[in-house]
Nanobody, 115 residues
Framework: QVQLVESGGGLVQPGGSLKLTCAASGNIFSIYVTGWYRQAPGKQRELVATITPIGTNYADSVKGRFTISRDNAKNTIYLQMNSLKPEDTAVYYC??????????WGQGTQVTVSS
């Protein structure tokens, strides 16, 4: 079995920074962790950032502020979030593609940007 576990969320002031971690545990190489998504209250889940061997992709709303990175040995991805805005408030989820073919979400970590 494999799980994806997010960490690093919390409460931060506007303009502040947080770094999120998504770590695969268990049979870590049975899943390929690809990116971060978020879901704000009353909204659909949306892509934040992805990372693949060919590069990275970011939502327009976070370009220039967020950076995604990967540790291949640990099958772990990170999301460095700078210049946070209240509209970044959401539950942030990481996503992975299982070798069996199904996708899998982590449990999510809450990011709240507020004064």
């Amino acid at each position: 079995q494999v799980q994806l576990v997010e960490s690093g969320g919390g409460l931060v002031q506007p303009g502040g920074s947080l770094k999120l971690t998504c770590a695969a545990s268990g049979n870590i190489f049975s899943i390929y962790v690809t990116g971060w998504y978020r879901q704000a209250p009353g909204k659909q889940r949306e892509l934040v950032a992805t990372i693949t061997p060919i590069g990275t992709n970011y939502a327009d709303s976070v370009k220039g502020r967020f950076t995604i990175s990967r540790d291949n040995a640990k099958n772990t991805i990170y999301l460095q979030m700078n210049s946070l805005k209240p509209e970044d408030t959401a539950v942030y989820y990481c996503y992975g593609q299982k070798t069996a073919g199904n996708g899998q979400w982590g449990q999510g970590t809450q990011v709240t940007v507020s004064s």
